[in-house]
């Protein structure tokens, strides 16, 4: 299925049908992640404290867990005494992240944008309450929020863990609302829509949207953004408790998935494809198991180091190039041995014609008298000269036609995917 400029994606169920079948191999059931397809790439496992920023350029997925684990364990001992906040993580640019501070209880939403992020591993604490900036609108549950009246909402975000963050537009989208990075809400309709009435739902999609992905159409606001954005429907939102939407950056897919085992206990999954705009088969694999007695929270972010890293194409593709390597490898070396034959039944003909001219010219040089001017022999003579070039000619084409081949193929397969 094409993924064009006016296709909106319908994500997860794709996804989880895609994994359903999968045979157990690592973490229930998820093979881990080759971390060759995240080249100076730094994933961001974040705490309700602060977050622990480390290169994924490592053999293994277990390599990174455990250096993550060491920065979350340090800082867990000597940040217990800080308050622990709940926030989500976005996209602001290719060297920083924004975190936003929310909850459901009335408490005001206000969001931190890091210092441009360093390439080394390091735990990054987060500030304090001065430098966040307020939005000037306070969260709460869809059930308060429905029982407010028209003037109270004005100021009221409902349900604010759906919120999305568009980097270029610079605004954020909550429940019926596009407000601006100073506060100010913005007109035109939000990707969460309220009902008609003005309440809001529990079941809103989860919606990311993939700064990579920038629609080229002469559009603007909302529309744009639904065309760059990927969406979990009502029907999967609706099991929230189960899945947490994280990332979509550059055609690769982060979510998180309870455990079947503990419901307090979640793990990460990557997904992603090798073509941004194909959808011809997901390849998703573990990445991590969260840390919650550390208060590591769902919501974590990878980013390459800068917009020069692209990730790449995934395992299953990677293996599906390889076979199309395979095959044009075997197709090139069939041709080889086609043409390998070829010249040795044209080098035959070849030389059977030139002794058979051979003979005829020795014959026609020792019975020049008898021959000279005899009308069969020029002809047949004639004949074998133009043989000989028509079948030289056709080889030498042949040869040229399969070395050209070659050479536009070598370059082809061996530096377009990188490999």
């Not at 954020?172 to 601006?180: E, L, N, P, S, V």
């Not at 979640?266 to 208060?295: E, T």
Request: glycine share 6%.
């Amino acid at each position: 299925m094409v993924r064009g400029p006016g296709t909106l994606l319908w994500l997860l169920p794709v996804l989880l049908a895609a994994v359903a079948g999968a045979e157990p191999k690592a973490y229930e059931g998820y093979a881990p992640c080759e971390m060759w397809m995240f080249p100076k790439t730094y994933f961001h496992a974040v705490t309700c404290r602060g977050f622990a920023r480390v290169l994924m350029d490592t053999d293994e997925a277990e390599a990174m867990n455990m250096e993550i684990d060491r920065l979350l364990t340090d800082a867990h001992g000597t940040l217990a005494n800080k308050p622990c906040l709940k926030v989500k993580t976005f996209f602001y640019d290719n060297t920083s992240l924004l975190f936003l501070k929310h909850n459901t209880e009335g408490n005001d939403l206000s969001y931190w944008i890091t210092p441009k992020l360093e390439p080394s591993n390091e735990f990054i604490e987060f500030p304090d309450d001065s430098q966040w900036k307020s939005l000037g609108y306070k969260g709460y549950s869809p059930e308060t929020f429905n029982g407010m009246s028209t003037e109270e909402k004005k100021t009221a975000i409902c349900d604010p863990e759906i919120a999305t963050y568009n980097a270029v537009e610079k605004l954020f989208h909550f429940a019926g609302k596009r407000i601006d990075m100073d506060g100010k809400e913005l007109g035109g309709e939000s990707l969460h829509r309220l009902n008609a009435d003005g309440s809001c739902n529990a079941d809103y999609e989860l919606t990311r949207i993939d700064v990579t992905r920038q629609s080229k159409r002469l559009v603007s606001g909302i529309k744009e953004e639904i065309l760059d954005s990927w969406r979990v429907p009502k029907s999967m939102s609706k099991k929230r408790e189960y899945v947490v939407f994280n990332e979509a950056y550059n055609g690769y897919i982060l979510f998180s998935l309870q455990s079947v085992n503990n419901p307090k206990q979640y793990y990460l999954l990557a997904n992603s494809k090798a073509d941004k705009n194909i959808l011809d088969g997901w390849d998703v694999c573990f990445l991590r198991d969260y840390r919650v007695d550390l208060d590591e929270l769902p919501e974590p972010y990878m980013l390459p180091e800068s917009a020069e890293y692209k990730l790449r194409q995934t395992v299953l593709h990677y293996h599906a190039n390889h076979a199309k390597y395979d095959d044009y490898y075997a197709k090139y070396d069939d041709y080889f041995n086609y043409y390998r034959r070829a010249f040795d039944v044209i080098y035959t003909v070849l030389n059977n014609h030139h002794v058979a001219f051979n003979v005829y010219y020795a014959a026609f040089n020792n019975h020049r008298t008898d021959f000279y001017g005899h009308e069969d022999f020029d002809v047949y003579a004639s004949q074998i000269y133009h043989e000989n070039n028509e079948n030289k000619g056709a080889f030498d084409h042949r040869t040229q036609n399969y070395w050209e081949g070659r050479n536009d193929w070598y370059p082809h397969c061996c530096c377009t995917n990188g490999w």
